[in-house]
């Protein structure tokens, strides 16, 4: 079956250091796959999508790659701040267009 | 939370009773969705539309019903055949079901009591 697996329900680094989380899946052949922030009690928002045939997608302080051998993306937060601390969540989406979301990984930055 | 409104944002029913969600966007968008969330994980797709009076079913339908009468709005019914009705209701919208971005209501707390 389906399966997509977020690495380790929390996260805690130092402020300034660099975050890293881990998106695997399997039996699944995604079109594109994205990244999304979700605070507490919120919805969750977009932050970056990339597409199978791309390789790394960046906007600011964040980096998100995709290997469609290993079935895995990397979301990475450079200098990270106390205010990105949140769960991310990742969602894989076939040519069919729905979106099978991840349980999340939840980032505590510490100051 | 970008032109989604879900209303309320807390809400208390006996067990037994229907319950109705709101959901309205007014991001002129096509597809609109269902999820329900609970503790710790993820999001799970309860229905979906693509466009005004037609929906699908998404992963977990049963003990759930929607209407879509119009573009701006996607209730939910939560109704009594549904064995654990207490969750985060999320509602969302896209351009269409193969956009690439989802918008996100603030959400709706349903507790059944």
């Known amino acids: 079956s389906q399966k997509i697996e977020q690495n380790s329900e929390a996260l805690n680094i130092q402020e300034g250091k660099t975050a890293t989380l881990t998106c695997n899946y399997t039996n699944y052949s995604p079109a594109y796959l994205q990244w999304y922030r979700q605070d507490p009690g919120r919805g969750p928002v977009f932050l970056l999508l990339?597409?199978?045939?791309?390789k790394e997608k960046r906007k600011e302080r964040l980096k998100v790659t995709f290997d469609t051998t290993l079935k895995q993306s990397l979301f990475h937060i450079t200098a990270s701040q106390p205010a990105d601390s949140a769960t991310y969540l990742c969602?894989?989406?076939?040519?069919?267009?729905?979106?099978?979301f991840g349980d999340g990984t939840t980032l505590t930055v510490k100051p | 939370d970008g032109g989604i409104t879900q209303s309320p944002k807390y809400l208390f029913r006996k067990e037994g009773q229907n319950v109705t969600l709101s959901c309205e966007q007014n991001l002129n968008h096509d597809a609109m969705y269902w999820y329900r969330q609970d503790p710790g994980q993820g999001l799970r797709l309860i229905y979906y539309s693509q466009i005004v009076n037609d929906f699908q079913k998404g992963d977990i339908a049963e003990g759930y019903s929607v209407s879509r009468e119009k573009k701006e709005s996607f209730p939910l019914t939560v109704t009594s055949a549904q064995k654990n009705p207490t969750a985060f209701y999320l509602c969302a919208s896209s351009l269409r079901v193969r956009a690439d971005t989802q918008y996100f209501g603030p959400g709706t707390r349903l507790t059944v009591l």
């Open positions: 990339i597409r199978e045939n791309e």
């Open positions: 969602a894989l989406n076939t040519n069919a267009g729905k979106s099978t």
